[in-house]
Structure formats: C-alpha cells, structure tokens
C-alpha cells in the first residue's frame, strides 16, 4: 500500500500499481484494524460489486 488516510468512520488506501497507476479504496477503519494494513504493506485488489463508478477529470 502506497497510502493510508484515515477518517472518522472510513479510511482511503491507496495500492501502487505495476506501470506506476493508484488504485483507491475506501474500508471502514475496523477493516484496516482487522486486516491489519499498513502502509508500505501489500494487498490484493478484488472487484466486488453491481456497479462501479468511474470519474474522469474535468
């Protein structure tokens, strides 16, 4: 993980990814205990989910 920011109910963590791309997700802060990540660390990215919103800039 190349970047963890923490909030009050949820936390963004961001993976690096092979070509020099950043993945973000957003995790409850219980998953980041309960997972145990931390920067610096590595994860897995698995797509779960019946939509995906993308964004592209302005």
């Known amino acids: ?7 009050a109910v949820n936390t ?3 993976i690096a990814l092979p070509g020099g791309d950043t993945l973000t997700a ?3 802060c219980d998953s ?3 997972l145990g990540l ?3 660390g590595t994860a897995t990215a698995v ?3 019946g ?4 964004g592209v800039a302005a």
């Open 26 to 28: 957003t995790v409850t």
């Open 12 to 14: 963004e963590v961001a």
């Open 38 to 40: 931390v920067e610096g």
């Open 32 to 34: 980041i205990e309960n």
């Open 1 to 7: 993980m190349s970047g963890i920011q923490k909030g």
């Open 47 to 49: 797509f779960k989910a």
């Open 51 to 54: 939509s995906v919103i993308l």
